[in-house]
């Protein structure tokens, strides 16, 4: 049997937590696919498929639901969905699950997991979570992937699965979920500190909404953004500021605890 997991990761925790995963499952091989960066893939190919992402305002990315949407529909083809998040998960995993029942996968299991937080507010107001997932959430974690690995031993077998009904704790079940637009307006204005920028174009690079043109410094088009804050965080010369936060609370990729716990 051959799956493939279709991740968006912005600061990396959940690349990493994707490679962790697919390092598990033994009855399964799985091919990883970045949706940002790596050529469609062609999902008939695959007898189960996951999607990953992360937690942007009590959803998924406006990236992941684009990406879904230009897939083809299937019948019953057996997916799992997973993603990352700093404070709070809110409606993440429903929002997902929707969004991959609504082109005919049957989703069979699904899970949230604890990371560090990647939104520099929130870092700069000491809520980094630095030290996530603590040992109850890495333990959750572990059940999930055996879980999974139990259900992937049944698809093998010919075994009928049952769809799974995605189940919510009870305060994200009650948090609201913010539109689309709500991270970039939280956002706000981006600027640029020509003394520090040295036109490298890691920024330009690193927004995965073609949002970003070097014209010898950084040009931002605010139509196109949607305030994930990867241009922040990737910038190694921290010259990119807004009127909330600068030059403080960068995550540009895992830190060393989490590189060391889902290693």
Same mark, same amino acid.
């Given at each position: 049997?051959?799956?493939?997991?279709?991740?968006?990761?912005?600061?990396?925790?959940?690349?990493?937590?994707?490679?962790?995963?697919?390092?598990?499952?033994?009855?399964?091989?799985?091919?990883?696919?970045?949706?940002?960066?790596?050529?469609?893939?062609?999902?008939?190919?695959?007898?189960?498929?996951?999607?990953?992402?992360?937690?942007?305002?009590?959803?998924?990315?406006?990236?992941?639901?684009?990406?879904?949407?230009?897939?083809?529909?299937?019948?019953?083809?057996?997916?799992?969905?997973?993603?990352?998040?700093?404070?709070?998960?809110?409606?993440?995993?429903?929002?997902?699950?929707?969004?991959?029942?609504?082109?005919?996968?049957?989703?069979?299991?699904?899970?949230?997991?604890?990371?560090?937080?990647?939104?520099?507010?929130?870092?700069? #107001? *000491?809520? +980094?979570?630095?030290?996530? =997932? %603590?040992?109850?959430? !890495? @333990? &959750?974690?572990?059940?999930?992937?055996?879980?999974?690995?139990?259900?992937?031993?049944?698809?093998?077998?010919?075994?009928?699965?049952?769809?799974?009904?995605?189940?919510?704790?009870?305060?994200?079940?009650?948090?609201?979920?913010?539109?689309?637009?709500?991270?970039?307006?939280?956002?706000?204005?981006?600027?640029?500190?020509?003394?520090?920028?040295?036109?490298?174009?890691?920024?330009?690079?690193?927004?995965?909404?073609?949002?970003?043109?070097?014209?010898?410094?950084?040009?931002?088009?605010?139509?196109?953004?949607?305030?994930?804050?990867?241009?922040?965080?990737?910038?190694?010369?921290?010259?990119?500021?807004?009127?909330?936060? #600068? *030059?403080? +609370?960068?995550?540009?990729? =895992? %830190?060393?605890?989490? !590189? @060391? &716990?889902?290693?």
């Amino acid at each position: 049997m051959k799956g493939i997991i279709c991740y968006y990761s912005g600061s990396g925790n959940t690349k990493l937590a994707c490679q962790y995963i697919a390092k598990k499952i033994k009855s399964v091989e799985f091919d990883l696919c970045n949706i940002v960066k790596d050529d469609k893939p062609d999902l008939n190919e695959y007898d189960v498929v996951g999607f990953a992402t992360w937690t942007d305002f009590m959803g998924a990315p406006q990236l992941f639901h684009s990406f879904i949407e230009k897939i083809e529909l299937k019948t019953d083809k057996p997916a799992f969905i997973f993603n990352t998040y700093g404070a709070m998960s809110g409606k993440t995993l429903r929002d997902m699950e929707n969004t991959v029942k609504s082109k005919g996968f049957n989703v069979i299991c699904g899970h949230s997991l604890h990371t560090p937080e990647n939104y520099p507010p929130s870092i700069t #107001r *000491g809520m +980094g979570f630095r030290n996530s =997932p %603590n040992k109850r959430s !890495l @333990k &959750k974690f572990d059940a999930f992937i055996t879980e999974l690995e139990n259900t992937l031993i049944d698809l093998k077998q010919n075994k009928t699965l049952q769809q799974t009904k995605i189940k919510l704790s009870l305060l994200n079940s009650i948090l609201p979920k913010s539109p689309r637009t709500k991270a970039r307006e939280d956002m706000g204005e981006k600027f640029i500190d020509e003394t520090l920028c040295n036109e490298c174009g890691i920024c330009e690079e690193s927004c995965p909404y073609g949002a970003i043109e070097l014209n010898s410094k950084p040009v931002f088009d605010m139509d196109r953004c949607y305030g994930c804050w990867a241009c922040y965080n990737h910038c190694p010369q921290k010259a990119i500021y807004t009127k909330k936060v #600068r *030059g403080k +609370g960068h995550y540009p990729k =895992p %830190n060393e605890q989490l !590189l @060391k &716990k889902l290693n």
